[in-house]
């Protein structure tokens, strides 16, 4: 692994701050509980563990709705779909809908993975990651596994804690993440570490020297979406027909 960007502009964190706050009004309810270790191989849809977004859209740079039919389920795989259908209740406008898929429960300390083949188109985002906010009582923290569009042969990690982002860090895989399944994962170690790992290798660490690590438990998240005015971070999104990211399975071990 070859680091090749390890800051974003501020500008785009500036961004990625109200984008926060306007996902805080319209997430899943903020009564959850601390979940435990759990293994899902997408058989199908687990009511008890996930939440379907469904019906809005988070605003600023993401230029699509949520739809929670937009995620389905087929030959224990979990598909997103982002395509151009209306969204439930308009989508404040935007033209694209797209699936995001988060549990119930909030998690803690522990490690978190998934299995997972990614979009490659120029404007898009395959995600895997945590994320709590003021929709759940807490500050914003959230640790992420982005892959880009525009170049699948690299992944994106970075973490915000009360807010605070600015730490992205961009490796090359050593393969294209949209041709085949590939394993990521992080540990999230409460005083100590996060840890990143690709294929069961670690790949980052991060250690609060550039900033306070997460402390406050979060919700697992994946989603898949176009963005808008973020040109010089995932290149303009054009769309050419229905794109799909698919997740073979998703597992959290708690420590």
């Not at 979940?35 to 809005?56: C, E, H, L, Q």
């Amino acid at each position: 692994m070859i680091i090749t960007r390890s800051r974003a502009p501020k500008a785009l964190a500036a961004i990625l701050c109200v984008v926060a706050a306007l996902t805080a009004t319209a997430a899943a309810p903020a009564e959850a509980a601390i979940g435990p270790s759990f293994v899902d191989n997408f058989d199908g849809f687990v009511t008890s563990r996930w939440y379907k977004a469904d019906g809005y859209s988070n605003g600023g740079v993401f230029n699509n709705g949520w739809r929670a039919d937009h995620v389905w389920f087929s030959g224990g795989v979990m598909g997103l779909n982002l395509d151009n259908q209306p969204c439930p209740s308009g989508c404040s406008g935007k033209p694209y809908a797209s699936g995001e898929y988060r549990t119930t429960d909030l998690y803690s300390y522990g490690r978190f993975e998934a299995r997972l083949k990614a979009v490659k188109n120029p404007g898009t985002v395959t995600s895997f990651f945590t994320y709590t906010g003021p929709s759940d009582g807490q500050p914003w923290d959230e640790i992420d596994v982005e892959i880009l569009g525009k170049n699948t042969t690299q992944v994106q990690l970075n973490y915000f804690t009360n807010g605070v982002g600015g730490h992205e860090t961009v490796l090359n895989l050593g393969f294209d993440a949209s041709t085949g399944y590939h394993n990521y994962a992080f540990e999230w170690w409460n005083g100590g570490t996060i840890n990143w790992f690709v294929d069961g290798a670690l790949v980052h660490q991060e250690n609060g020297s550039r900033g306070p690590l997460p402390t406050h438990p979060q919700r697992i998240m994946m989603n898949l979406w176009p963005g808008i005015g973020v040109d010089s971070w995932l290149q303009p999104f054009t769309y050419p027909g229905k794109l799909t990211a698919t997740y073979d399975w998703a597992r959290y071990t708690k420590y």
